[in-house]
């Protein structure tokens, strides 16, 4: 079965200041995308940053990324609406509204590091109805294990209905669960039937959870939101060497790399 990879280019937290080549910028992001796709990427995780680059849900910048990016490449795009640990809720949720294919949707609010991630159930449960309503998929991201309890909720609720479910097992924030082999086995086997998922691995162990999801079955992400660094020491420059690794890994493990047409059927979305 083929290996559907998203590039996640820029991220909430890391500035230019962490690795010179983050993309912050609109047309900075969609080069990364396009460089990405070319690659083999076929999903573009999306985050925005204001002219100073600081974390952003303005839809005149989300608009303009999104165009600047479809003008490139036919890459599905899944706008963030984790956004930024600073940012309301009620601003991250209009993000849907511009109808991308995908959104994140995070279940549960958590301590993310030093600060923390709002995910109110009441708001969580609004913002999923109005994913369905303007026929945006979620993208489900589940730090520990309850956070995958609270998403079946939902969907044994009627609330969360587009099928096949899509997860991210995030493994690594401090936080959420630790980036280790044995926590990234007790989820996927506690993963419903027929859905689709991927590993984010945050940090140091990326490469070797990244290997893991892909010889476990799962899809991959890559790109600077996940590790700045290639190896020890060694900043990644720009996405594409991160994209290029996931690609090899793929093939190394015999899993073709997905097209976006491919990735939008395995999601049920219409290219
Ligand atoms: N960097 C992720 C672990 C989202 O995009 O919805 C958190 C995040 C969530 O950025
Ligand atoms: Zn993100």
Request: charged share 25%.
């Amino acid at each position: 079965m083929s290996v559907s990879i998203t590039v996640a280019t820029t991220g909430p937290i890391a500035s230019k200041r962490d690795n010179p080549s983050l993309p912050t910028q609109p047309d900075e992001i969609a080069e990364e995308v396009h460089a990405a796709f070319l690659a083999g990427a076929s999903v573009a995780h999306v985050h925005l940053r204001d002219a100073q680059d600081r974390p952003t849900a303005d839809l005149a910048i989300a608009r303009e990324t999104m165009e600047k990016i479809a003008e490139r490449c036919p890459i599905l795009i899944q706008l963030s609406t984790g956004v930024g640990l600073d940012v309301s809720f009620e601003e991250r949720e209009r993000l849907v509204e511009l109808r991308p294919q995908m959104a994140t949707l995070n279940p549960c609010s958590m301590s993310f590091g030093a600060a923390e991630f709002r995910n109110p159930p009441a708001d969580v449960e609004r913002m999923a109805r109005r994913m369905n309503e303007l026929g945006v998929k979620p993208e489900l991201e589940i730090y520990d294990t309850g956070h995958l309890e609270a998403a079946l909720r939902l969907r044994d609720a009627g609330v969360l209905t587009s099928e096949p479910m899509q997860f991210s097992i995030v493994l690594g924030v401090r936080g959420g669960m630790a980036a280790t082999p044995a926590n990234l086995i007790t989820m996927v086997e506690r993963l419903p039937e027929d859905c689709v998922w991927q590993v984010i691995a945050i940090g140091r162990a990326n490469l070797e959870l990244t290997a893991m999801g892909i010889a476990l079955g799962g899809n991959a992400r890559a790109g600077l939101e996940d590790t700045l660094f290639l190896r020890k020491g060694e900043l990644s420059q720009g996405n594409l060497p991160l994209v290029q690794r996931a690609v090899d890994l793929a093939r190394a493990l015999d899993r073709p790399i997905a097209t976006h047409e491919e990735t939008a059927q395995a999601l049920g979305l219409s290219v």
